[in-house]
């Protein structure tokens, strides 16, 4: 590490002596509130605090509490602290999808991280979305940053028995439609868990990216799994203030931390903690923003021999408090580092590498973080699909219920392969209005299909292709059926859904002439999925729809959501706006004067 510090980049905003008059111009406005000329040319790292914590965002509002930590840190380090807001996205509230304003958040904060005087960042992460947006933001300008998770909210209970963000949804759902419980019910026992601020509690999208950003290098270590309410919430906000000053000082950045190396663990924790179908969107996109060959297939090639440590729902029963009493991502990684699975020289927020940090951490207790040798399940990584209908799609295996694989992958004469008639929905809506109809004719060997849900078509790509049984099968016993889509799942839900699916039939995948009634093989062992019609039937077909102008998606509503359709890529690689990954370093090159 430098002895003498390099510049800061904030000099050329508040200390510039070859050009006093814009130096006065920028300095002036920083004063009204209080700052000091003295503390502004102090030579002091400024410190950005990107705040997602908001009234709109309750996932990320317990930040707005922690900042003062944060802050309380960057100044005992020495450093100033000038906290921004960051685009609000809440995965639940925000219609048509959260998944429309990642990009829309990315975009912001490289422009705020690029075009003001800031020396380094604090990227406060937790709702599911908010954690890619802001890594990705830090990957592209690449000034130091770190990353503070706001934490999961304790654990939900009822009855006596834990209920999980989602998951408990997916069950209350088919409570619901069996008539186990009415309205009322339904309200109070999905609202049981979430008993405090913070995130959800399960191994949702938000549990899995908080803790793909530790074993990522970007937090310090043991800080992903610690709830929201916890005193060591408060303590780890402190101790990031303070680092994040000193990795100015060292000017260790989001491209020492965000290599290969790193990204390839991440691949292997998501599979060990059960992580979300989410994460290989948003690694993906954060690899891509790092400037990172990360292709869809290395989450199958690294992670799917990997076994399932963590117990937490929806693949186990824990949630949030039991992971961090447990050991949390150190204890999950020290278990893997025994194994050989880990790249222990990737380096880590805290100037040490992974391998230092977490050599020494233990699993305090085995119900809820496995050891290696007595594994939930072995192999739970995912698997990638192609076929006739689409180019890439993931499944991921460790929630495959011994149920769901007596049903549909157990016939000796054809293993790991089931062929059925498609039900094809075109949206939810059109799922929602039809799925109980017993016209259709759903039974035990049906698949479902849905599309119109992916990043152009919904727009944003929606949480929707989990799809429950018609209520007439829930009530005999079969409450899941195969469900494939060009849309994704929330990571709380335990459906082994074919998701994700590339391209999507907005963007001309084949999914866009699949009919209801035609036969359809799922061949989990050949990872195929494939409709069972000849290929002049198929370019017939192709050739219908293109002439009736393809496949209809509803207008764009806003002016975002209109842009976005146009620069946004598929969910096999990352949905980023295609384009914007030719920007790297973009820190490396001040931006003009403003007047
Ligand atoms: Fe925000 Fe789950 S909805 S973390
Ligand atoms: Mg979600």
Redo the contacts with the bound molecule.
Sequence with gaps: MPTTPPPLRSRAWFDNPDNIDMTALYIERYLNFGLSQQELQSGRPIIGIAQTGSDLSP?NRHHLVLAERVREGIRDAGGIAIEFPVHPI???GKRPTAALDRNLAYLGLVEVLHGYPLDGVVLTI???KTTPACLMAAATVDIPAIALSVGPMLNGWHKGERTG??TIVWKAREMLANGAIDAAGFVALVASSAPSTG??NTM???TTMNSLAEALGMQLPGSAAIPAPYRDRQEIAWRTGKRIVDMVREQLKPSDILTREAFLNAIVVNSAIGGSTNAPIHLTAIARHAGIDLPLSDFETHGHAVPLLVNLQPAGEYLGEDYYRAGGVPAVVAELMRHGLIHQDAMTANGRTIGDNCRDAVIEDERVIRRFETPLLKDAGFIVLGGNLFDAAVMKTSVISADFRARYLSNPADPDAFEGPAIVFDGPEDYHARIDDPALGIDAGTLLFMRGTGPVGYPGSAEVVNMRAPGYLIREGIASLPCIGDGRQSGTSGSPSILNAAPEAAAGGGLAILKSGDRVRMDLRRRRVDVLISDAELAARRAALAAEGGYRIPPAQTPWQALYREKVGQLHTGAILEGTESFQRVAAVLPRDSH
């Design positions: 996932c809440q995965e639940t937790g709702c599911d963000s989602g995130y959800c949702g999208t938000a």
